[in-house]
């Protein structure tokens, strides 16, 4: 990272920060060593599947399953330091298990944008 | 590096992964579960030695598992930590409550839980020790039990249990009072007298208990032999002092009751006092307290134990006593009972409880430990105290025999006479019967009249002793002080004794029976009736009824002859008196 451009870095940072927290996510990288690459191939893993399912779930009204979905994507967010998509999620988990499907319709659609961010931010960690 | 893994249940495959990591770095071994049912089913397979939970699992959440976790791990600690964020309280108490001991909260931090982990393993370790000694500290428990039930089965078998279980005792006693040091021995002599024995050694626990034996052990074998009460207190005084260990001791009293005569001797070394409390009158259900009459067995003597043999005091005292009459003997457990406000139980509440028993007529034993028990607040003060009463009963029912000693028999003729006198110096400290004793129970048809015998053998030698020899006047002991005094001027009258008592004993067959003759002469002036009694002067070589016209002098015995035996005659001017005893053979 040292040889990347200062400017360059600057933007990253910027853009960055915005979906993962840093800090969290080098501590991470430093406990995992050798298999931080297994980590995040497991998250973008679950996500897909989770996200899938989501829709499905979303689709059918089953608002228990989608909150539940909803938790268990918010706990690998949290880990990996993805803090904005996991306030979203927690609030789609709290709206889907009070059962509010206007809001959590919503709230999906935005998950959904700040997921694709996220992913979009954790690989760019990795480049 | 360890054995026992760390079990991680966790449903999301991204947390399992550093967690496992995390742990897995630190040296530990890492299962993982992603459910609550393969957490469990782990746990039960592979013993972790910790248990990371989500609260939020499928199947089974977090806190059931900690729950049947924590109810299967009875014995051994499974330190649980819950993985949830620190956020909500409710959530929190709610993971104690199901048994976690721990938290961790994200982002994981490998710092913080080696810490944790580090932590818990202390914990368990603590735990482990804990239980090892417990388990150590209960096997020691459990043998100490066992020593203490064989040490006292092999105290029952010596004392002879069977003779406190008769009608006119009762006592007080807890399972494990020979390891606080309390004995209560008791048993009849062969001279149809009873004699018992109320001891408290110094100390508790083993020490004061190994003194029993061989106190127990003397006591008996004596008694049984018929040895006056002065000797039996010598001999267990002597070999307390050679098996005791300087400083310990034993606080005793022993007694003589003698139902036929009406007597209680006694030696009473460091015990507390004795009570003698005056039964209801007859045809009275109750009395007031007060009216109920007491007179006291003091302690005159240091405990058994503390002199050596040349140097003990084996006086003995005397009290006359009538049947309805109680004796009350305690250990100073008694009167030292403490209260919850730290008051002891005294020697003024003794005996009031003690009078107000008797006044309603119930056994003072019990009323006793009701109001101990009331003192101290609770039953199990009386543990540590030992009572006994006994009642003075009507002669006729009084009928407990001791076995014969363990003698070898030598069996004798069938027909046989001896002659054997004691004089001077050696009166004073002579007790016929045991030696007679050897010598009767050659014969086989005497052995079922022993207690008779032997009961007729020391009332004449005492006759003749005291009547004879020693000049003492009967008349004293009419009353209780003279009674004392009697026996007073009888000790010091002895240390100076000049004179003879001879026993002549013939056996013969008569028919089916065998004939015991027992004369007892003396060195005296000779029997001089009393002015108002003249009428029953009696003729040499003739037979002569003394009945109760001549109890004033006699005392009780004549009459006790009389009933005992089938001749009773008086010659030589009163020097000699002879009886016949009829036994039958079939036995």
């Excluded at chain 2, 008791?186 to 004699?195: C, H, K, M, Q, V």
């Excluded at chain 2, 409390?277 to 503390?306: C, M, Y």
């Excluded at chain 2, 006044?359 to 540590?384: F, I, M």
Aim: hydrophobic content about 40%.
């Amino acid at each position: 990272m040292a040889e990347r451009p200062r400017l360059n870095w600057c933007v990253t940072k910027m853009i960055e920060a915005q979906w993962v927290n840093e800090d969290a996510l080098s501590i991470l990288r430093e406990v995992m060593e050798g298999e931080f690459q297994a980590v995040l191939d497991a998250f973008y893993q679950q996500a897909e599947t989770a996200w899938s399912e989501a829709a499905t779930q979303l689709a059918q009204e089953d608002l228990k399953a989608l909150s539940r979905s909803a938790h268990a994507l918010k706990g690998s967010a949290l880990s990996l330091g993805a803090e904005r998509l996991c306030q979203t999620l927690q609030a789609l988990e709290s709206a889907a298990q009070a059962g509010a499907v206007g809001e959590s319709k919503a709230l999906y659609q935005q998950a959904s944008k700040e997921l694709a961010a996220t992913l979009t931010a954790l690989r760019a960690q990795l480049a | 590096m360890d054995s026992e893994p760390i079990l991680v249940a966790d449903d999301n495959p991204v947390d399992r992964m550093i967690l496992a990591k995390i742990i897995r770095d630190q040296g530990y071994t890492v299962i993982e579960a992603e459910d609550g049912e393969a957490a469990l089913q782990l746990y039960r397979d592979k013993q972790p030695q910790v248990v990371l939970l989500d609260a939020l699992m499928p199947k089974l959440d977090g806190f059931e598992v900690a729950r049947a976790i924590k109810a299967e791990a009875e014995v051994r600690f499974t330190p649980i930590i819950f993985l949830t964020a620190l956020t909500e309280a409710a959530e929190l108490a709610h993971c104690l409550d199901a048994g976690g001991d721990d938290f961790l909260s994200k982002p994981y931090n490998r710092l913080i839980l080696q810490a944790k982990l580090k932590a818990l393993r202390r914990v368990r370790e603590l735990h482990q020790t804990t239980e090892l000694q417990r388990d150590a500290i209960e096997r020691n428990n459990q043998r100490l039990m066992q020593e203490q039930g064989a040490a006292k089965a092999i105290f029952d078998r010596i004392a002879h249990r069977e003779y406190l279980e008769i009608d006119c005792i009762r006592y007080l006693m807890s399972p494990i009072a020979l390891f606080n040091g309390d004995v209560l021995l008791a048993a009849p002599t062969p001279r149809r007298t009873f004699n018992l024995l109320l001891g408290d050694f110094t100390g508790h626990g083993l020490t004061a208990s190994v003194g029993a034996m061989p106190l127990a052990d003397s006591f008996y074998a004596l008694t049984q032999r018929g040895l006056a009460l002065a000797d039996i207190a010598s001999e267990c005084n002597r070999k307390l002092n050679s098996v005791l260990p300087a400083g310990y001791f034993c606080c005793a009293l022993l007694a003589e009751i003698s139902f036929d005569k009406g007597t209680i001797e006694y030696w009473c070394g460091g015990l507390p006092m004795g009570y003698l409390l005056s039964g209801v009158a007859q045809g009275n259900k109750t009395q007031a307290p007060d009216a109920v009459a007491v007179r006291t067995l003091n302690s005159r003597h240091l405990p058994l134990g503390i002199q050596p043999a040349d140097r003990f005091d084996a006086t003995t005292q005397f009290v006359s006593v009538v049947a309805g009459e109680r004796l009350v003997l305690c250990t100073d457990g008694v009167i030292e009972a403490i209260s919850p406000s730290g008051e002891q139980f005294g020697e003024e509440r003794l005996l009031a409880q003690l009078q107000q028993a008797v006044a309603k007529n119930a056994c003072t034993v019990t009323a006793l430990q009701s109001a101990l028990a009331a003192h101290c607040g609770n039953s199990e003060s009386t543990d540590d105290i030992t009572a006994v009463e006994l009642t003075i009963v009507e002669s006729k029912a009084f009928d407990l025999v001791p076995a014969h000693p363990a003698l070898e028999y030598e069996t004798s003729p069938r027909q046989w006479q001896l002659s054997y006198e004691v004089r001077d110096d050696s009166l004073a400290d002579f007790t016929p019967f045991p030696l007679l004793q050897r010598m009767l129970l050659g014969t086989p048809a005497l052995r079922s009249r022993m207690s008779e015998i032997g009961m007729v053998v020391t009332e004449m030698y005492c006759n003749a002793l005291e009547h004879g020899v020693l000049q003492l006047d009967s008349s004293l002991k009419q009353d209780a002080s003279g009674f004392a005094k009697y026996y007073r001027t009888r000790s010091e009258a002895l240390r100076n004794a000049r004179g003879f008592v001879r026993f002549e004993l013939s056996c013969r067959e008569q028919g089916k029976h065998v004939v015991l003759e027992i004369s007892v002469s003396d060195s005296g002036p000779g029997f001089r009736p009393a002015s108002d009694r003249s009428n029953v002067q009696p003729d040499p070589g003739q037979e002569v009824l003394l009945g109760n016209a001549d109890s004033a002098f006699h005392g009780r015995g004549i009459g006790l002859l009389q009933e005992t035996c089938q001749r009773v005659e008086h010659l030589d001017d009163g020097r000699t008196t002879k009886v016949e005893l009829v036994c039958d053979q079939d036995d």
